[in-house]
C-alpha cells in the first residue's frame, strides 16, 4: 500500500516560515511525482506544488510562486515544502501525494489521502 506521511505544520505568525515534509513508507518515493495540496476550511482542495520524480521539473500554484519552494531527497525517501513569507491565507491543512504527472490538478492520485498536516498562520 503506497502511503505518504505528512509532518512539520504548525502555528507561525504572518511573515513566518515552515518547512512540511512528506515521507514515504513501503516503496521507493524516486518512482513518482509528488505533489503538495492543501484544504482551507469550507473550500475545496488544490493544489500548491508538484515535483517531477528526478526533482528536476516543478511547478507552483500562480499565488504561491516566490514564496514556497519544492523540492525533494529521494535518498531519504522524502520531498519538502518550505514555506516563506507566510499569510493568514496560507491556513489550511496540507497534504501530499505521489501523482500520475506534473501538474496541479492529478486526474487521480496513487494510494489514498492521508491526515495531512495542519498550518496555522496567526498572530
Known amino acids: 500500500q503506497l502511503q505518504l506521511v505528512e509532518s512539520g505544520g504548525g502555528l507561525v505568525q504572518p511573515g513566518g516560515s515552515l518547512r512540511l515534509s512528506c515521507a514515504a513508507s513501503?516503496?521507493?518515493?524516486?518512482?513518482?511525482?509528488i505533489g503538495w495540496f492543501r484544504q482551507a476550511p469550507g473550500k475545496e482542495r488544490e493544489g500548491v506544488s508538484c515535483?517531477?520524480?528526478?526533482?528536476?521539473?516543478?511547478r507552483y500554484a500562480d499565488s504561491l510562486k516566490g514564496r514556497f519552494t519544492i523540492s525533494r531527497d529521494n535518498a531519504k525517501n522524502t520531498v519538502y515544502l518550505q514555506m516563506n513569507s507566510l499569510k493568514p491565507e496560507d491556513t489550511a491543512v496540507y497534504f501530499c501525494?505521489?501523482?500520475?504527472?506534473?501538474?496541479?490538478?492529478?486526474?487521480?492520485?496513487?494510494?489514498?489521502w492521508g491526515q495531512g498536516t495542519q498550518v496555522t498562520v496567526s498572530s
Open positions: 501525494a505521489a501523482i500520475p504527472s506534473l501538474g496541479l490538478n492529478p486526474p487521480f492520485i496513487f494510494g489514498s
Open positions: 513501503g516503496f521507493t518515493l524516486d518512482d513518482y511525482a
Open positions: 515535483i517531477s520524480s528526478s526533482g528536476g521539473s516543478t
